[in-house]
């Protein structure tokens, strides 16, 4: 806890410009306002001549005044004394994302909560997860360039997983079978009609050229953790966390500040898979014989199951079981490189047919009608360094181990045409100016 305090120095400037102006007591008094929100004095313009020290008679009752209301609400809490910013009307989002491209669902999930009028990104932090952390930094910076955004800021987060690492992903291999995903650990890439850079799993550093171009705007010189838990302390209540990658960065924030998850107004994340449908692209062998089995939990399960069992509000999580009949069709990307977004050309360029796994987890979020089908459920991440490491755990409300399991709100179907109508449309907009 920390106490409030007053703000001297702005009132010491407005004392001396006050000196200058002429007024009477009482409009001296009229003119100001005192503003809880944002702990400020304020003036308006004074029009009457008066002598200076009538002035300064004013401003010291309206401290007296502050000084009182301060005195009856006590101390404040740091997050209160922070929230310095007005309130927006906008939804705050900041979105965390292992985001490898060019375009892809990782970018294309980004472009979406850019696109949407009633939301204000605060921020994108970057995890390693489907490629490694720096290229996906560089892929982000071009991406907002191209979209003529790049005044959001771009946070490196974590290189690497808590526990997991490329020894034990060998080892792990060695016991139970060949992982078919395993993202920047991947010594060729799935056969999955995408054209991709030769993998470079042995080098987290490594900055390929990118076909989209190199990136003249720069990276945050800050961390995910640090970012998430000043944005979310400086708007306690008001900002919702999109995870669409590996939960390192968040399980970080949750150690650094146990209170952080508390003060989010919601945990979207995709993620995790329970039971599901077939479908008949390649990606689908990624569940027929492993149906518990999801990438961004299985690259770091150990975090996984930290953040699902902090204490968020709400907790929605988009597994694969409602991605597995959606795909960026051929025709979306033609009619979105049609389109009037400043990435138009950028999209009809390096599209790729991939399920629409983070745009989902995005577009349930931007317009909840989507979804048809949702269970509240129990979930957690299998952590043993077992056949089903990094699995996904699930029990109905009441039923689980009682370990701190939170509920989770999973979708589990969703209307395509409606979900696939939303996704065209926002990306084919010229975005409003924020
Ligand atoms: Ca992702």
Not at 177 to 206: C, F
Not at 351 to 366: H, I, K, N, T, Y
Request: net charge neutral; glycine share 6%; proline share 8%.
């Amino acid at each position: 806890m920390e106490t409030c305090r007053l703000p001297q120095p702005r009132a010491h400037r407005d004392m001396i410009r006050l000196q200058d102006l002429n007024a009477t007591p009482t409009q001296v008094f009229a003119a100001l306002s005192f503003d809880r929100g944002s702990m400020k004095i304020r003036y308006a313009k004074i029009r009457h001549s008066e002598i200076r020290r009538t002035a300064f008679a004013a401003i010291a009752a309206a401290f007296s005044v502050i000084a009182v209301t301060l005195a009856l609400c006590g101390p404040c809490s740091a997050g209160h004394a922070t929230n310095a910013k007005p309130e927006t009307q906008r939804r705050m989002v900041i979105i965390d994302q292992d985001a490898f491209g060019p375009a892809g669902s990782n970018l294309q999930a980004i472009l979406l909560l850019l696109q949407a009028s009633d939301v204000e990104v605060l921020g994108i932090t970057i995890v390693s997860g489907d490629g490694w952390r720096d290229e996906e930094v560089d892929h982000t910076l071009r991406l907002l360039e191209i979209a003529e955004r790049p005044d959001v800021p771009v946070i490196p987060g974590a290189v690497l997983p808590l526990v997991n690492s490329a020894a034990r992903t060998t080892a792990w291999e060695s016991l139970y079978g060949k992982l078919i995903y395993k993202g920047a650990w991947m010594e060729n890439w799935p056969v999955q009609g995408a054209v991709r850079r030769t993998p470079h799993p042995s080098d987290p550093y490594l900055v390929p050229p990118s076909p989209a171009g190199a990136p003249h705007i720069k990276a945050a010189v800050d961390t995910a953790a640090n970012f998430l838990i000043r944005e979310l302390r400086r708007h306690p209540g008001q900002v919702t966390i999109i995870a669409a990658g590996p939960l390192t960065n968040l399980a970080l924030a949750a150690r650094l500040d146990p209170e952080v998850s508390r003060l989010a107004k919601e945990l979207v994340f995709m993620g995790g898979s329970f039971n599901p449908r077939p479908s008949t692209n390649a990606f689908a062998a990624e569940y027929a014989n492993a149906p518990r089995r999801e990438f961004n939990m299985r690259w770091d399960p150990e975090a996984a199951s930290m953040v699902l069992h902090e204490p968020w509000r709400k907790i929605t999580q988009v597994p694969i079981d409602p991605t597995t009949k959606t795909l960026f069709t051929p025709d979306m990307r033609k009619r979105i490189g049609q389109g009037n977004a400043p990435f138009a050309a950028y999209i009809d360029k390096f599209g790729q047919s991939f399920p629409m796994w983070d745009e989902l987890a995005v577009a349930a979020w931007l317009d909840p009608s989507i979804v048809t089908v949702d269970k509240q459920l129990l979930v957690d991440v299998d952590t043993s360094f077992t056949a089903g490491y990094g699995d996904t755990l699930s029990w109905s409300v009441g039923e689980g181990p009682g370990l701190g399991e939170r509920p989770v709100h999973v979708v589990l179907d969703i209307d395509l045409a409606k979900f696939e109508a939303l996704t065209v449309d926002l990306l084919s907009r010229r975005a409003p100016r924020h």
